[in-house]
């Protein structure tokens, strides 16, 4: 089901998210799917979207969905950057759809996350995706990119 994306200024936005249980293992295929179709639906308006954390549709819980080539489902993860080399980014979000900020982003981060099987996984990213992992962990912390932005001349309007 396609669920409203919670928008810059929503408080719920900003809260931290709580850990997933074990035994909520089987109430998050819904979330998954509700995920799932919103990022698609968000796709087909803007043209652009590759994950979405559950904080944006109000669930406070520490879950990304990614889909760039296929699905995949990050539960409690841990991010780890490489602190030696930074990029700067115009990096977007679904809940200000119309706005980039300038922010600076690791260029390369490992995430340790459990799949839907609750099995440990590690994937290393490095680039665009080191930047969008980062993003949307930001969220499962209660921090938008607006908040990262560098400086108070870093916003630009898309049209």
Known sequence: MVREILLLGNPKLYEISLPVEHSELPSLTAIVEDLHDTLLEF??????GRAIAAPQIGEAIRLIYMNIDKPVVFINPV????????????DDCMSFPNLLVRVMRFKKCTIDYLDMNWKPQTLILEGDLSELIQHEYDHLDGILATMRAIDNQSFIIKT
């Not at 796709?43 to 652009?48: A, C, D, I, L, N």
């Open 43 to 48: 796709r087909s308006k803007y043209g652009v």
């Open 79 to 90: 991010l780890n950057v490489e602190p030696s080399s930074m990029m700067e980014v115009r």
